[in-house]
């Protein structure tokens, strides 16, 4: 076995491959390793360091002499010469490499400065399993009993807060990134129409004050699909000036229907005004007519933003299995996850889908109260058997990788729609595993949903900044707990999970006020 915080040479087979890369070899479960990585990642421009999680049969491909308890108690770095450097030393010897880091790495070698650094080392070290996020077996390479036994959750948060922090610029850089690319798809698409080949299809990008806050800070359109002569989702109050400018400019008599795919408020505050305005039928599932004759009362932010739907009126029709459409049919298909009474529409002959929201994006990860991820897994696996070439989402997106489609960045995403709805299930089935093992080990809430958003993954540190903000302004009602509570929800009590730093208002009565 190594020993810990000593420099050792040795000969590497001529087959190795390492050239004159440094390797560090560290645990991919980690928080801290995750983020000392992500750093180096970003310093290493000139990629002089190959990064390699610890995987047993990979060890050996390395080096013969390498042990997997050895490599998950600290970090090792082999050096292109043949040196090995362990913990402490193996950071302050990657940290030379990069100026920006050259004086930590040379302090870091002198006493006292080497002796603090080992100290601080030690702890981590002696705290591996405790302070790695492995839940439920997860983890490839610790034992999942091991992890139970040793677990001590002050370490465990202390890691994670440690993750966050050092990953702070990044997330703040991220932010930045985001807000930019919003803005510049909201500016090229602002009170735009798209039509597209062959002029069924064509996307309304709708807005209003103050619903624009919407897509400049958090990235969600607003639009109206006009399908064949059916205008699906038409927008809330706030939205009507603009989606009459796009209804003026359609050409007489040119529409057939309108259409809502499920009762939340961006897509529904304009039905019976389309159907009048148009002189139109209006057309609604049974689920969503029963919610929209009584509509409950939004949160104030929510109202505030988007605004309150109006009762839905007489005359509307319920949706048939199909729809006729100016030259063919549309078939509609119960949805349920996103909320329980959504629908799609599919034309069989086009091979065109159109989610509405049973698909908001493969990582979606603050959804609203009444989503059912369980009953989500389940659409997506009968939306997977459908022949789609097409898959338009309700606010906007496109994922197509058909070549008559023009090339619209942030809008038009070039990717089989098949590939989309997979990696989406495969993700939701990931949560489900976290959550079940998490709950099963008798995690608290707050555990549970850290363990579904680890560091190690990009996605999670890239969209943290959006996801709290969004926590924070909507007070809780879009935030991932609400994405941990979607697996665990029954019809009895919505609450399985108690909330994690959120409130709730409501303006129905004081009864209805909470805040948890």
């Not at 997106?397 to 990696?423: S, W, Y």
């Not at 976290?434 to 709950?439: K, L, R, S």
Request: glycine share 8%.
């Amino acid at each position: 076995m190594l020993t810990p915080n000593r420099q050792m040479t040795f000969d590497f087979p001529e087959n190795s491959g390492r050239g004159e890369l440094y390797t560090a070899i560290y645990d991919g479960q980690c928080e801290i390793c995750q983020a000392f990585i992500s750093w180096l990642r970003i310093l290493d421009r000139h990629h002089r360091v190959s990064c390699v999680p610890i995987e047993p049969e990979r060890l050996k491909e390395l080096h013969p002499n390498l042990q997997l308890e050895a490599c998950l108690r600290e970090l090792h770095v082999l050096t292109p010469s043949g040196g090995l450097y362990v913990g402490w030393d193996g950071v302050a010897q990657l940290a030379r490499l990069f100026p920006p880091t050259w004086v930590i790495g040379q302090l870091g070698r002198i006493p006292p400065f080497r002796w603090l650094g080992r100290l601080g080392y030690r702890f981590i070290a002696r705290n591996r399993y405790a302070l790695s996020k492995c839940r439920g077996g997860a983890c490839r390479v610790a034992r999942p009993e091991s992890v139970r036994k040793n677990s001590l959750f002050s370490a465990f948060w202390s890691c994670y807060w440690v993750g966050l922090m050092l990953r702070l610029p990044l997330i703040v850089l991220a932010g930045v990134r985001d807000f930019v690319d919003q803005a510049v798809v909201f500016i090229r698409t602002f009170r735009r129409r798209l039509i597209f080949p062959g002029g069924k299809l064509s996307i309304a990008f709708l807005g209003g004050f103050p619903c624009d806050v919407v897509p400049l800070v958090f990235g969600e359109l607003f639009t109206t699909v006009l399908y064949d002569g059916i205008v699906v989702d038409p927008g809330s109050p706030c939205m009507r000036r603009s989606l009459a400018r796009h209804l003026r400019h359609l050409p007489k008599d040119s529409l057939r229907a309108v259409v809502a795919t499920h009762h939340h408020e961006e897509h529904v505050g304009n039905l019976n005004w389309v159907s009048r305005q148009a002189s139109v039928p209006l057309y609604v599932s049974r689920a969503t007519a029963q919610l929209l004759q009584s509509p409950g009362r939004l949160p104030w932010v929510r109202a505030a933003i988007i605004g309150q739907p109006e009762c839905l009126q007489q005359p509307f029709e319920l949706l048939p299995d199909q729809m006729t459409t100016q030259s063919g049919h549309l078939e509609v298909i119960e949805a349920p996850g996103h909320c329980d009474d959504q629908v799609v529409l599919y034309d069989r002959q086009e091979k065109i889908l159109l989610a509405g929201d049973a698909f908001m994006g493969t990582y979606f990860a603050t959804p609203n109260p009444d989503v059912d991820s369980r009953k989500w897994i389940n659409t997506l696996e009968r939306l997977l058997v459908l022949d789609i070439d097409v898959l338009v989402e309700g606010h906007g997106h496109i994922h197509t990788l058909r070549p008559d489609f023009p090339d619209l960045p942030g809008i038009v995403i070039r990717q089989n729609p098949k590939v989309a709805l997979q990696q989406k299930l495969s993700y939701l089935r990931w949560l489900r595993d976290q959550i079940e093992a998490g709950m099963s080990e008798g995690l608290t809430p707050a555990a549970v949903e850290a363990t579904c958003f680890p560091w190690g993954r990009g996605r999670t540190w890239e969209s943290f900044s959006k996801n709290e903000l969004i926590r924070v302004l909507s007070l809780g009602h879009f935030s991932r707990s609400e994405l941990v509570r979607s697996f665990v929800r029954d019809n009895t009590n919505d609450q399985v999970l108690p909330t994690v730093y959120q409130a709730r208002l409501y303006s129905r009565s004081k009864s209805s006020k909470e805040t948890p």
